[in-house]
């Protein structure tokens, strides 16, 4: 098990130190597979703090567009996450019956009919191709798919390209009030994101990702779709609060250590996205915490963040 813990570092730090850190804590802690909590958040922290310090090191362009580009990947996230469970019912043909909420299976195939009308496919796969054309640094590819997001939210009473129940379906909570693909905050920041990518491709190219950032990605369409959680499910919105909870700490951690403002712009359109969405339907709210504390955990991390890189910008000024 302490080999996941490594999992937080990059390759380099992995290829020169990992084995010695693997053997530290196997005399530390003998016979424990697991360290005690405040070692593991430790360790994840000092993964996160090399992690970063290795993106800023990578000069191959300018800090601002890798800024937008995380916060497409982000946008891009946030979209996918309400449809978890239509996409993985439709990648692998299974009728969500009963368990159905705001989807019913209408079939795989494109000539297949619902109680929509002709759903020839799930709304789902927008964001899911865009989040692996962004994640391989593919903006001319995630930008077209970035305006369908628009179109398809703009014209979900007229059109049935995508169904009528993905899209007009319920949301999801997290941070902040329900949001569907009629919010077209979310697709046109992620359109607008796409296509600031799409224009800036010189100089260097836009960072590519490892295939291995869809693992986590996989298994969440696995869990919504074999267990039915759907975006109402209590255990959905409390598990995707700690996760959201975790990247902004995490984005904290970052800029702590570097100094860098690159993390700052996906937590700011993350915040806005969701402050929009409260201002808009206040009445969705997550009734499980205040009104006031949900846009304090959305807002405090914008002058949190800047505040971190610049005392650090400070320190290595006097250092």
């Known amino acids: 098990m302490n080999r996941l813990l490594l999992a937080a570092y990059p390759r380099s730090s992995r290829s020169r130190q990992g084995e010695e850190l693997l053997t530290c804590l196997a005399e530390a802690y003998p016979g424990r597979s697991w360290p005690p909590p405040r070692e593991v958040v ?3 922290r000092a993964g996160v703090e090399a992690r970063a310090r290795a993106v800023v090191d990578d000069t191959g362009g300018p800090w601002w567009r890798d800024g937008v ?3 497409a990947l982000v946008l891009a996230a946030l979209a996918l996450v309400p ?4 996409v993985w019912h439709w990648a692998l043909h299974i009728d969500p019956g009963r368990h159905a909420i705001a989807f019913r299976f209408s079939g795989w195939y494109p000539w297949a009919r619902g109680p929509g009308g002709t759903r020839l496919l799930p709304y789902g796969l927008l964001p899911l191709v865009c989040l692996i054309a962004l994640l391989r640094g593919k903006a001319w590819l995630a930008l077209p798919v970035a305006v369908t997001m628009v179109w398809a939210g703009a014209t979900f009473n007229d059109n049935t390209v995508f169904g ?3 899209k007009a379906g319920l949301g999801y909570y997290g941070l902040g009030a329900p949001m569907t693909a009629r919010d077209l905050v979310l697709s046109g920041m992620l359109c607008a994101a796409c296509a600031v990518l799409a224009a800036a491709r010189r100089p260097g190219r836009l960072r590519r990702h490892s295939y291995r950032w869809l693992v986590p990605v996989a298994l969440a369409m ?4 074999s267990l039915h959680i759907t975006a109402v499910s209590p255990a959905f919105q409390r598990g995707l609060f700690v996760l959201e909870v975790g990247a902004l700490l995490a984005a904290w951690v970052a800029t702590a250590a570097t100094g860098d403002y690159r993390w700052l712009i996906p937590v700011a359109a993350f915040a806005f996205v969701r402050v929009q969405a409260i201002v808009v339907r206040p009445s969705g709210l997550m009734e499980s915490l205040p009104d006031l504390v949900v846009l304090l955990l959305l807002i405090a991390p914008l002058p ?3 505040i971190a890189a610049q ?8 250092g």
Not at 83 to 86: K, R, T
Not at 222 to 225: D, K, L, Q, Y
Not at 311 to 318: C, E, S, V
């Open 83 to 86: 449809y978890l469970q239509d």
């Open 311 to 318: 005392r650090r910008q400070g320190r290595a000024l006097l």
């Open 69 to 71: 580009q995380l916060a």
């Open 222 to 225: 696995s869990v919504a779709g």
């Open 304 to 306: 949190a963040l800047a």
């Open 42 to 44: 430790a360790l994840a």
């Open 164 to 166: 009528d129940e993905g």
